[in-house]
């Protein structure tokens, strides 16, 4: 049973470039949701896609958009880089319903912003 | 809004040794969610319990226990004679149950890095 996969493992960008992060859900879930943790600090929520919309964003700008695909899987997109987004970037899933609170995490993409 | 603090940066103990990692929540949901994940070197957040607001009853599993006291609210995670592979970062985290428009967005706590020493 494959769990959470997240790709590429490392991607190292300039300012004012733009990014693509990719996500495969654990087998038989239905939602996607991104975290960005920056050094030393707990994953901050940044958006969660469910039935390929985006239904619940956390408190980051525009530049910051997502994508999910109808097999599940996601992306998220930053345009504009800045050095502040330098982060291990997480993407997690869980099923839509009650059980929605059991988030599996993937390894993560430490981007790194020069 | 939603806080988690875990006021203890870092821990560092030896072998065997018990400890104890505190997190303190601050929520005005009556009902919510209660997490602790452990982050290995590797980066991956690795899900440990689930405890619900309605559910006070102390669970144990292994050498883990944790503590829910709803009156302080805090939910604390004791690791008892450790190890060296304990050695990780753990954090605490909030989530709000499904209705209105929270759909399971974790609000995390800052972490406590344990360090066990052989």
């Known amino acids: 049973d494959a769990g959470v996969t997240q790709s590429p493992t490392h991607l190292i960008k300039t300012r004012g470039q733009q990014v693509t992060l990719r996500c495969s859900p654990k087998?038989?879930?239905?939602?996607v949701s991104w975290y960005q943790q920056a050094l030393g600090q707990g994953p901050q929520f940044i958006f969660q896609y469910y039935e390929e919309e985006e239904r619940q964003r956390g408190n980051f700008p525009d530049r910051f958009s997502g994508h999910q695909f109808p097999n599940y899987s996601s992306e998220l997109n930053v345009n504009a880089l800045l050095l502040g987004d330098s982060a291990l970037y997480l993407c997690a899933s869980s099923l839509a319903g009650p059980r929605y609170n059991e988030q599996f995490f993937g390894p993560g993409t430490r981007l790194t912003v020069l | 809004a939603q806080k988690v603090t875990q006021a203890q940066t870092e821990i560092s103990v030896v072998e065997k040794e018990d400890v104890t990692l505190d997190c303190v929540y601050e929520t005005r949901d009556t009902t919510y969610y209660l997490f602790w994940y452990k982050q290995p070197p590797s980066g991956e957040l690795v899900f440990l319990i689930r405890r619900n607001s309605f559910d006070e009853q102390n669970e144990i599993s292994g050498r883990y226990s944790w503590n829910f006291q709803k009156s302080t609210s805090s939910f604390n995670f004791t690791i008892t004679a450790s190890q060296v592979v304990d050695s990780a970062v753990y954090f605490c985290a909030l989530s709000e149950l499904a209705g209105g428009t929270s759909y399971g967005k974790l609000t995390f706590g800052q972490g406590t890095i344990l360090t066990v020493h052989p």
């Open positions: 087998s038989g879930h239905d939602t």
